[in-house]
Every structure is written in structure tokens, then in C-alpha cells.
């Protein structure tokens, strides 16, 4: 398989790994009151609850990602571009792109992790994962399908736009055509992790409302029940289960807009630390198994010495 494969795969794994205890935050912050199965993770099991599915799930979602990215990125730069600086238009929707392209992956992965990360510490993903499969078959795990997409898509568009530009602002000192994760390490850190922040902020509502349409079958009583699940005289099973637009409605009702924003600081800190990360772990691997990307960041670097 193609390096930018492998690079997206692994750099996906290991982020998920760093930012797993920050994102059970983010994720409780945002389902407010559907936390009512009564028992929190705490101790060291908190720090891996649901990263079994998101491992290796967004493992494949990155590598995705990742690839369809590249080959985007390479047709509406040769379509847009008109100079030699690289069109951040064309950057950005080649990140729409791969966004879009992660949704088959990506819907499946968030209900599960999302899942685990509100459920008792007993519950493991793969239990969850049977229990969607026994309940509604492979549709049940598209649940919140259209929100993640569109989240996907725009984020990403995002993601890579945002990078971009701040690589393409940062004042570089390779002068060589050969430079080393070393010398690029405290541009990758720092435009990774800006990326992230930029990311996260421009899709936090969309990603709330999508948290709270995946987590709404969580309630397990009727008089600790969230106002957007009606649970039946089972407990486990809504016979009327809320769109994206009807939880936006009652969560607007709920705290008004500031309700769309709850966790954001938590996850601009996560966003941070984690794509910071992943992108110096996708560099590494690219300037290690592909002699191509080494000339061409090299080339890219010196273009901007001599810019400046």
C-alpha cells in the first residue's frame, strides 16, 4: 500500500491514544444530561474507555483520510492553481473531500466510542458494538450519519486549509535538500496543533449536536431521563428516536446557543496536544519511506527561505 496510507494509519492510532482521557471529557460536557446510566470510568480504566473502536477505526479513518486527500488535493491543485504558491482554496476542498470520504468509517467509529465513553466501565466497545448490531442491524450504527458527514467534511476542508497556511506563514531554516524530523519538529508541533484548535472551533456545534444524537438511547429510568429521550416501560428502547435537527431544536430550548459550545476549551486543549502529534508522527513516516515527500518539503521550505 501506498506510505501515505500507513503514515494516516498509524498517525491516527497514536492520537487517539494521547487524547482519549481529554476526549471522555469532551464528550460527557457535550451529552450534558443523557449521562444517566448512573456510574462514571474512574481510576485507569477512565483514561482507555472506548479507544478499542476508535483505534482501530480511526486508524483506518486517517490512513482514509489521509490518502484521499493527497489524490484530491493533486486534481484541484493542477485545476485551480495559477501561480507557484498552492491554491488554499483547492486545499480545502480536497479536505472536504477526504472528510467526506472518511463518513463510512468515521459514523460507526464515533457512535461506538461515544457509546463506551458513557457507559458504566463494565461495557466494553465490543459489547456495544453487539448490542447496536442485535438492535438495528448495520443501519443502527449509522446513527447521526448526515451530521458526522457534513462535520467531516467541513472540519477537514479546515483541517488541511489551516495547516496550509500556517505552514506556509512559518519561517523556516532548511536550506538543504535533505532536512530531518529534527529540524522541522517545532513547525509540525505547532502548525499540527493550531490546525486542530482551527478544526475543532469552525464544526463544535455540529459535533455536539451529533454526540447527543448518538448517546440518546443512554437513559436507562424514566425519572433520570434526558428531555431528548423518551425511553419506554423496557428502559433500553426509544420509539421515537430525535434527528439532528429535532436534539438542535430541544438543545436550543435546553441552554440556548451557548449549550453548542459546552466543552470546547477541553477539546481546543485535546485538539492541540493530539494533532500536534499525529501530524509530526504523518511527517515522520513520510520523510522516512518516501524520498519524494523528503524533495518536495525540502523544495517547499527553500522556496519560502528565499520568499521571505
Not at 459535533?207 to 431528548?228: C, G, S
Amino acid at each position: 500500500m501506498a506510505v501515505d496510507f500507513w503514515a494516516g494509519y498509524l498517525s491516527g492510532a497514536v492520537g487517539i491514544l494521547v487524547g482519549n482521557p481529554l476526549d471522555i471529557m469532551k464528550v460527557q460536557l457535550q451529552a450534558g444530561n443523557t449521562l444517566t446510566c448512573g456510574t462514571r470510568s474512574q481510576g485507569t480504566a477512565a483514561l482507555i474507555t472506548g479507544t478499542a473502536a476508535p483505534v482501530l477505526g480511526y486508524g483506518a479513518l486517517n490512513a482514509l483520510l489521509f490518502v484521499s486527500y493527497n489524490r484530491s488535493e493533486n486534481a484541484f491543485q493542477r485545476a485551480l492553481c495559477t501561480g507557484t504558491d498552492k491554491s488554499l482554496v483547492a486545499t480545502w476542498l480536497a479536505g472536504a473531500v477526504g472528510g467526506l470520504a472518511t463518513w463510512v468509517v468515521s459514523a460507526p467509529t464515533e457512535l461506538v466510542k461515544c457509546r463506551a465513553q458513557m457507559s458504566a466501565p463494565s461495557e466494553s466497545s465490543w459489547s456495544i458494538a453487539r448490542d447496536i448490531w442485535k438492535a438495528d442491524g448495520l443501519r443502527g450504527f449509522y446513527l447521526g450519519g448526515v451530521v458526522t458527514a457534513l462535520r467531516d467534511s467541513v472540519g477537514y476542508g479546515f483541517y488541511f486549509w489551516s495547516y496550509e497556511l500556517a505552514n506556509r506563514y512559518w519561517p523556516s531554516s532548511v536550506h538543504d535538500d535533505a532536512p530531518s524530523l529534527r529540524q522541522e519538529a517545532p513547525k509540525i508541533l505547532l502548525c499540527g496543533g493550531l490546525a486542530g484548535v482551527v478544526t475543532w472551533a469552525s464544526v463544535f456545534p455540529l459535533d455536539t449536536i451529533k454526540t447527543r444524537v448518538q448517546t440518546q438511547r443512554i437513559a436507562f429510568h424514566q425519572e433520570t431521563a434526558p428531555i431528548i429521550y423518551k425511553p419506554n416501560t423496557y428502559g433500553l428502547r426509544a420509539p421515537n428516536r430525535l434527528g439532528s435537527l429535532d436534539v438542535a431544536r430541544t438543545m436550543l430550548a435546553e441552554g440556548g446557543l451557548r449549550i453548542f459550545f459546552r466543552g470546547l476549551t477541553v477539546c481546543s486543549i485535546r485538539a492541540f496536544i493530539v494533532n500536534a502529534v499525529q501530524w509530526a508522527v504523518y511527517e515522520w513516516v513520510m520523510m522516512e519511506f518516501s524520498k519524494d515527500y523528503k524533495r518536495n518539503v525540502a523544495a517547499k521550505d527553500n522556496m519560502m527561505v528565499h520568499d521571505h
